[in-house]
């Protein structure tokens, strides 16, 4: 397979498992937490947002963070479980979702 091939096939997969991948949801059967918040923050460079937007976690069941790479913005929600937050939600955010218009 020559490199243009080899670039098209690559560019495909990426586009595909983004369109997969846009809204996913963070469970496992056994209800225990994947990634608690502790260690989602010692990792993941973010910003803390005020509230979640409409739909996510309210003020009473959890949060959500946000970071911004590669000229876009991901979008993470948590909800309490016991001692520490568990991440439950990532996708990507829309500008609405945090951009403050003045």
Request: hydrophobic share 35%; with cysteine.
């Amino acid at each position: 397979m020559d490199l243009n091939n080899k670039c098209r096939l690559l560019t495909a997969t990426a586009l595909a498992l983004t369109l997969m991948l846009s809204t996913t949801r963070i469970t496992r059967a056994d209800e225990s937490c994947v990634i608690p918040y502790s260690e989602f923050e010692a990792i993941k460079p973010h910003f803390d947002l005020d509230a979640c937007p409409a739909g996510l976690a309210s003020e009473d069941d959890g949060f959500c963070r946000i970071s911004l790479e590669n000229g876009g913005a991901t979008l993470y929600e948590f909800h309490y479980s016991g001692d520490d937050a568990c991440l439950t939600a990532v996708r990507p955010a829309r500008d609405e979702e945090y951009l403050k218009r003045r």
